[in-house]
């Protein structure tokens, strides 16, 4: 599967879900942990790797910032491990979390809602932007 192909399959139908029960806590984590995941797809996507060829991490999240989704990182990474340590030593928790309460749904500050909707309309664009144009041929491959 491509990063295309995620992007229709997972990260679309998981987004809207959250926008059509926006007080449903599942929805909105199901939502930021497909856009988290889509970025692992879009980084040996855009390289031209084929679907069996492995990304580095480093790439990965250079790619979240270079996108200015490193809050969609910090989130689901806290969302997925309940605790991360940030490299100015501070450690954010998941565990504050109410989920019946859309006050508490934040992370170091980070708005999990407007998280998701920001993080949605950038990989929103770049899909628009890679399936407008033909697959790169993998590295090595003469056309």
């Known amino acids: 599967m ?3 192909q995620h992007f229709r399959k997972w990260v679309v139908p998981d987004y809207n879900n959250f926008l059509r ?3 449903d806590f599942h929805l909105l ?18 390289r031209g790797y084929p ?4 990304d580095d991490q480093r790439d990965a999240r250079q790619m979240r910032n270079d996108l200015n989704l490193a809050n969609l990182q910090v989130c689901a990474d806290t969302l997925k491990h309940v605790r991360t340590h940030q490299d100015d030593g501070v450690t954010l928790s998941s565990t504050g979390i109410d989920t019946n309460n859309a006050n508490t749904w934040k992370i170091g500050g980070h ?7 920001s993080a949605f309309a950038t990989l929103r664009e770049i899909s628009r932007i890679e399936s ?4 790169p041929l993998a590295p090595n491959v003469d056309a």
């Open 111 to 117: 708005d999990l809602i407007e998280v998701a909707h």
């Open 51 to 54: 679907p069996d060829v492995s």
């Open 29 to 46: 984590e199901n939502s930021i942990l497909s856009m988290y995941a889509e970025v692992e797809y879009l980084g040996p996507h855009q």
């Open 2 to 4: 491509n990063a295309w």
């Open 21 to 23: 029960s926006p007080s």
């Open 132 to 135: 407008a144009r033909p697959p």
